[in-house]
Nanobody
Framework: QVQLVESGGGLVQAGGSLRLSCAVS????????MGWFRQAPGKERAFVAA????????DYADSVKGRFTISRTNAENTVYLQMNSLKPEDTAVYYC??????????????????WGQGTQVTVSS
């Protein structure tokens, strides 16, 4: 059974930081792209960041570039999202996801096979 378990969400003031973690079990980790998406109230789920299997290629949504950093520790089957300079518009449920094809970089929801349950991030003004 594949499981992706996010942690690290919470309430933070604008300008603050949070670090999200996502631990993966039940499926090979080192050969798939990992991604973070978010869904704000009343909005569709949207791409935030992705990192390839080796951790050498990353990509970000324009809205988070320069503020968020995605990373992974393959030895621990874990992917991270460091979020700095948080803004109220970053408020959303954040989901991690694992790509559906080995050694393929992915940025769209349809390219991800497994999803976590989500963790709430709330940024107060």
């Amino acid at each position: 059974q594949v499981q992706l378990v996010e942690s690290g969400g919470g309430l933070v003031q604008a300008g603050g930081s949070l670090r999200l973690s996502c631990a993966v079990s039940g499926r090979a980790f080192t050969i798939y792209t990992m991604g973070w998406f978010r869904q704000a109230p009343g909005k569709e789920r949207a791409f935030v960041a992705a990192i390839n299997w080796g951790g050498v290629r990353t990509d970000y949504a324009d809205s988070v570039k320069g503020r968020f950093t995605i990373s992974r520790t393959n030895a621990e089957n874990t992917v991270y999202l460091q979020m700095n300079s948080l803004k109220p518009e970053d408020t959303a449920v954040y989901y991690c996801a694992q790509g559906n094809v080995p050694y393929r970089f992915a940025k769209t929801m349809g390219e991800y096979a497994y999803w976590g349950q989500g963790t709430q991030v709330t940024v107060s003004s």
